[in-house]
């Protein structure tokens, strides 16, 4: 039996409440990832940039000014053969596409597509266990989510990581509730997989996920000042 929820600020059909659980700090030879929610494990993180204050998601920018403008998300399921990609854009998130590519393909690609559809932020899924631990293929994630934030943070975009436990199994319940055929669905589960990352991120406000950070300090400076503002969002900018 189908259990979608209208979540109550968002024009979103979302899943039945998730709990989310701090991540562990973890170091890596090419990025520094922090949790928003920290971590009492490990204390105070020692940092150049404060991710929350200075840099933002743009799910927590949303719930602090309901008049906010722009900020586009692009969600990311990646799996072994397969990504699935959504789009958020102001209010609505919908699935976007699949690809069929591993590596500097893939990553090249992703980039292509953020700057297509005036993307300034990854949500990439984390895959974890019931019982919130990470698994074999959460080393993979964190991989290519490090490479990708270095060449995201030319651009001033940034990469953050969402817990994805269950959503493949929501997204076929999902497009069950939606009418689609068998072969429909094997194509796009990937997609709406994606589609349910977004949806926790938004109804959660940006609270628990991670945002993967460059070590290079003149990177970490691109992402304060941020990727290209959209004339369309900001037409005053024209007249200065």
């Known amino acids: 039996m189908c259990s979608l929820q209208t979540h109550p600020s968002l024009n979103l059909l979302v899943p039945s409440p998730i709990t989310f659980s701090n991540s562990k700090f973890k170091n890596a030879p090419t ?35 309901s008049h906010w403008r722009g900020g586009f998300s692009l969600g990311v399921d990646l799996g072994l053969s397969r990504t699935g990609l959504a789009l958020s854009k102001g209010f609505s998130v919908r699935p976007l596409t699949v690809l069929k590519l591993r590596g500097q393909k893939l990553e090249l690609r992703l980039l292509e597509i953020a700057q297509k559809e005036e993307v300034d932020e990854f949500i990439i899924g984390l895959p974890k266990s019931s019982d919130g631990e990470e698994t074999p293929q959460s080393n993979k994630v964190r991989s290519v989510a490090g490479r990708l934030a270095v060449q995201a943070a030319e651009r001033g975009w940034r990469v953050y990581l969402q817990d994805e436990h269950g959503t493949s199994a929501e997204a076929v319940d999902r497009m069950i509730c939606l009418g689609l055929s068998k072969s429909a669905r094997q194509t796009r589960t ?35 000042k941020g990727g290209a503002r959209d004339i369309d969002f900001f037409p005053e900018e024209l007249e200065e």
């Not at 494990?41 to 204050?53: M, Q």
């Not at 933002?56 to 920018?61: G, K, M, S, T, Y």
């Not at 349910?196 to 970490?220: A, H, T």
């Open 31 to 65: 990025s520094l990832r922090l949790s928003l929610t920290g971590n009492r494990r490990y204390g105070p993180i020692t940092k150049a940039l404060s991710s929350k204050e200075e840099i933002p998601p743009n799910a927590l920018r949303r719930k602090r000014d």
């Open 190 to 224: 990937d997609a709406y997989a994606a589609v349910i990352v977004l949806e926790r991120y938004f109804s959660m406000s940006g609270q628990g996920i991670e945002i993967v950070l460059p070590k290079q300090m003149d990177l970490q400076e691109k992402l304060r």
